[in-house]
């Protein structure tokens, strides 16, 4: 029997960005225009003057925080402007960032990669990157992995373009390579609440339930697994029942049981024939391969 355990590193951040517009240019007064006796306007500098400097107020902040939204690298350059092959989505192959309290996590590749930073201005200051130890049999996951890493150490600028629901990040490398990124609303900001984080465990057998509206449907056999304060499984109180909804992001397996980690959200005014709450899959903990039970 065979136990893998993962763990996420997640990261946030939180943006600030400022702009100034330069103000136009006075143009000297016309005095001989005005009748005689007349004083200057007082806005009008004097005959040769140079027009007075006027300050503008600086532009609004961007309305998107970068803690609401996962941010899917789309495409990347280096400081020549030369595609750099391992950052571009294709296919499966695609680099998620997520930024939560002081940590950038990112996912996409063989291991769960991430550093912690902190904002300055317009900058963000990554410290190295940690990562999980799996090796994956596709070589491109691991090369993104160490390829990720390498772009983003030390000091990275930001801008976000755009507004809710599609905004994009663009970060430009201390190396000078230039990352475009898509965001993708957050579970929390979905939800408009952080959530209970609450662990099940999934069993490998999916197991026929009634639904109202579907015949034949197969719901999750579940029970509640709760860990004391450090990080050891408790014996499990809570009795298996039907899951009678899927929990997002997560894709069952049959013969493999998992303990999942995921955010519980309460949701605002459902259907009359639906939940009123929502699973979202934060993490698997643990999985493990069971053999199919014998027919009778």
């Keep these: 029997m065979k136990i893998q355990r993962h763990l996420v590193l997640a990261a946030a951040l939180s943006s600030v960005l400022l702009a100034a517009c330069a103000a136009p240019s006075t143009s000297p007064g016309t005095d001989a225009a005005k009748p005689a006796g007349d004083k200057p306007d007082a806005a ?10 006027v300050k503008s ?46 940590n ?11 550093a912690g930073f902190k904002l300055a201005g317009d900058r963000i200051e990554i410290g190295g990157f940690r990562s999980t130890l799996m090796a994956c049999q596709d070589q491109r996951l691991m090369q993104m992995d160490s390829a ?21 990040l663009l970060l430009t490398t201390a190396g000078g390579a230039k990352l475009t990124l898509s965001g993708e609303p957050t579970a929390e900001t979905r939800y408009g609440s952080p959530g209970a984080t609450v662990f099940l465990e999934v069993d ?33 109180s809570d009795e298996w029942h039907f899951l009678y909804q899927s929990i997002e992001g997560y894709t069952h397996e049959a013969g493999i049981r998992n303990v999942v980690r995921v955010k519980k959200f309460d949701i605002k005014n459902p259907p009359a024939d639906a939940s009123s709450v929502a699973y979202v899959l934060d993490m698997v903990v643990e999985s493990e391969s069971v053999p199919a039970p014998k027919s009778k």
């Design 44 to 53: 009008q500098p004097a005959d040769g003057a140079a027009p007075a400097a």
């Design 57 to 102: 107020d600086p532009a609004p902040a961007s309305s998107i925080d970068l803690r609401g939204y996962t941010w899917n690298l789309d495409s990347a350059v280096d400081a020549a402007g030369k595609p750099i092959a391992l950052l571009q989505r294709e296919g499966k192959y695609g680099l998620k960032l997520s930024f939560n309290g002081d």
């Design 104 to 114: 950038l996590g990112v996912s996409g590749g063989c291991n769960h990669v991430g």
């Design 148 to 168: 990720i890493g390498e772009q983003l150490k030390g000091s990275t600028r930001f801008v976000i373009e755009g507004e809710a629901p599609q905004p994009r």
């Design 204 to 236: 490998s057998q999916l197991r026929k339930c009634s639904h109202p509206l579907i015949p034949n449907y197969q719901c999750l056999w579940v029970r509640e697994r709760k860990y004391d304060d450090n990080g050891v499984a408790l014996k499990p």
